[in-house]
């Protein structure tokens, strides 16, 4: 089951934006309810002369047509039901359709024929709601989508076409974000083709970083973030360097939008691309993978939230906000050392860039910019990297942005 939870990366929410906060409620709450709903009790409210996909067919190592025939009718009918004006009558459906990926509660009971044929079902139901006006529909749609997907990782890409549809088209933040949940599987799984490990040549990718674009919302944005960059430090060697070539340029594109948002205020929980993008870049495994312009573009992204980072906190007039802002601050002081170890910058430099490190909530506003001064004057002395671009100037203004 599927549960919005802190990431292990994230630290404690410094911040929720506020128009998330009500969906957020709503959604765990309906979610919450599966546990206390058996698969019956939801089918007899629902339509007591559907039938529940037997057993036998949810365990068979070969699906037959007539097998298909009747999953597919199956989820045809239930999900019928996720497109009524009744609540009760919606929320029951959306439980029974993920309870039929699952043999006496678990996923891992299931053959693998019978979850790609099931996934696929989904699919095919779920596809015409993407585009519902009822924000409800939506919703109960996308919890689906990422309850089977994460359930059925490996027949996750038989959902790509609604997922998909899900990411370019959905507006409401409690809908795309379990869409984000959703596609994360999938792009595991769409990665493994040769023909998609390419920049700009995997759509799932496309679609999280235009969609990224237009949001800044916090727990949108850390879904994002870990479906692009594939939970790589638990997956290790199963991600090949051409997957990790491919997502590179997405999260670089993230990091940029994120980091353009500081010249009018500080978007939501901005220690994610530290925790995300900054941790997946400079990763031991992933930036020597990097091509020199691709490496030059992540100390550009690192030199630049440095710096409006650092302006922002010294201004700063919440002490959660400032407090968020200094351990970013405080990590990126980890990653320049990174950087200039990589560059083989000597001892002199990496020490300058410690000073970072040692900030705190209550530290002064002109010592939290000497830091970073002195940091990034460190990092641009490295004769490697001394044409580093002007960082962007953050306006006079500290109002938050978060649509």
Known sequence: MIHIVDSPLSVPRFRRAQNLSLSRAVVVLTVGAMSCVSLAQTGAIIAPAITPIPNTIKTASSISA????VINEFVSNVATSLASTDPVVQSRARDVLVAAARVDG???????????????????????LVRNPSMRVRLNAAIVAAHVTADAPSQSSRLQRSVEAMLRHETDPAVLLWALKAVQPIVGQSLLSPKTQFPNANPLVNAIVEKCATVSTGPIIEE????????????????VPPIYQTVIPAVQSMMRTRIDQYKKGVPDEPILDANYGLRFLTDATVLPLETREQKLQTVQLLHDLTAVAATRAASATSRPGKEELILLLQRASGFLQVVADHEKAPPATVAAMKGL???????SPQVILDASRTALAALRSIPSLSNLAPAPVASTTTSLSAP
């Not at 678990?106 to 015409?128: Q, R």
């Open 106 to 128: 678990s996923a891992s009971k299931a053959s693998a024929d019978y979850l790609w044929e099931y996934a696929a079902a989904v699919d095919k139901a779920v596809f015409p």
């Open 66 to 69: 007539s097998d298909v025939t």
């Open 357 to 363: 490190a040692q900030l705190q909530a209550s530290t």
């Open 224 to 239: 994002a973030y870990e479906a692009v960059t594939l939970n790589w430090q638990a997956r290790g060697k199963q991600i």
